[in-house]
Structures are given as structure tokens and as C-alpha cells.
């Protein structure tokens, strides 16, 4: 993913999620949006985008990963923590691993 996209001319924040390990049931959503559950085989990659609030409440989206023998949650974009402002990348292995974007 390359490049800002923007809808009706407010840029938006695309996130890319590769899987590096078995097929986990995957689940992603804020506080108002859900966007599904899905599973991805190995080396395949999921992306969702989404706009910033513009009023000023940070934006949070996080992820269940269903593996084999656990359930775990992560916080796939945080406002407050990520430096991705338009184009966030996370491998997943363990635990998500975020690359250089």
C-alpha cells in the first residue's frame, strides 16, 4: 500500500496485517465499526481503512487472534501510540510485530 487515499478530501489511515504463522480467526473493530472475522492462510495479508475523528477523540482499533491453544488481543492502531499516521504494517507471528511503513 502505497500512497494517502481520501474520501470526500479527508485522508484516511489504511491498515495491512500479513499472517506469518498457522491460520488464526481473526477479528477487527472499533469502538463503532467492525470489520468482520476473517481467516487468512500463511503469507496472506488483510487490510481495512478508516478516517481519524476529526472532533479530537483518538482512534483505536483492536484485533482478536484465535490460534490454536489461545486467544489474544492487540491494539492493531492506537492514535496515541502509532507514528503511522496514513499507512500502518503488521506482521503477525506470536504476537503482531509492526514493520517499517
Known sequence: MVGVESIFGIETTKVRM???ISSPLTHCKDKKHD????T???GENHRFKF???PFGVPSLWFC???WTGGF???????EKRDLCTYDCTWDYE???CKTAS
Open 51 to 53: 478516517i481519524i475523528d
Open 18 to 20: 500479513t499472517n506469518k
Open 94 to 96: 506470536k504476537g503482531p
Open 40 to 42: 487468512l492462510k500463511t
Open 72 to 78: 489474544h488481543y492487540f491494539d492493531i492502531y492506537s
Open 35 to 38: 470489520d468482520g472475522f476473517y
Open 64 to 66: 482478536s487472534f484465535n
